[in-house]
């Protein structure tokens, strides 16, 4: 199956999806073998306990949760999904069309930083869920970067300037979280908010340390996965 690059329409964990066989995640969800199925379940709880309304998926890829949590979850009233990468996002669009989510959620072709500016992200082709700003990761990892492209980056609180929302991110963004994270520090404080954020071992300390500044503390974490809420 790794072999066919013409993608299979399909229905996984109760969604459907145009999928790529030989793309890593595409594969998983085709041959049914688990990808962050316990965040979402855990997210999908907290939505529902904590009466969430809004979702924001930063490092949206192609949709799997943005997918799954539109589907599921009905008391989301709107859901932003930003996916910097050209072909990920086309593909984001295509799984929200496949299943009638383009009214509620809205699909950003921009990434999130510290400030408006086009940087150059590397991207692994043979998985559309690795695609990186950070150089130290490019130099580092074992992943095929070798694909460059230039993406357009905004700051979160110049586009959404909304108070008093009940709103969970989450931000996987292979490195370029806390830069994401900066340019949302006026949106953090005058709303209550959820985090999700990807922190590898290398980088958790500071992550953790870093959010504390925008009132931000951990209370879970699965696997790489730290789940934050505001400090009481």
């Known amino acids: 199956m790794r072999l066919r690059s013409k993608p299979i329409t399909a229905r996984r964990q109760g969604a459907n ?10 594969n998983r969800l085709l041959i049914g073998r688990p990808f962050e199925r316990t965040q979402i379940e855990f997210v999908k709880n907290l939505i529902l306990e904590r009466e969430i309304s809004h979702f924001y998926d930063c490092g ?8 799954q949590l539109g589907v599921n979850c009905d008391s989301l009233v709107a859901i932003n ?15 929200l069309e496949l299943n009638g989510l383009l009214d ?11 400030k408006d500016e086009t940087m150059r ?28 492209e230039d993406i357009q980056l905004k700051v979160f609180d110049t586009i959404f300037k909304d108070k008093g929302q009940r709103a969970f ?7 370029h979280e806390l830069m994401a994270a900066s340019g949302m520090a006026k949106f953090l404080a005058n709303n209550q908010c959820t985090l999700q954020i990807e922190a590898w071992n290398r980088n958790a300390d500071k992550i953790i340390e870093s959010m504390r500044q925008y009132g931000y ?11 934050l809420e505001k400090a009481s």
Not at 17 to 26: C, G, K, Q, V
Not at 81 to 95: C, G, I
Not at 104 to 114: E, N, R
Request: glycine letters at 6%.
């Open 60 to 67: 949206a890829n192609i949709g799997l949760y943005s997918v």
């Open 104 to 114: 509620k959620v809205t699909a950003h072709h921009y990434g999130l930083g510290a």
């Open 169 to 175: 991110f989450k931000m996987d963004m292979e490195g």
């Open 217 to 227: 503390v951990p209370f879970h974490k699965i696997n790489e996965d730290l789940y």
């Open 17 to 26: 999806w145009e999928l790529y066989p030989n793309d890593w995640i595409d």
């Open 121 to 148: 992200i590397a991207v692994d082709r043979t998985s559309s869920g690795t695609a990186t700003l950070d150089k130290g990761v490019q130099a580092h990892s074992k992943r095929n970067f070798e694909h460059f």
């Open 81 to 95: 999904a930003f996916e910097p990468v050209e072909l990920t996002h086309s593909r984001l669009v295509k799984n």
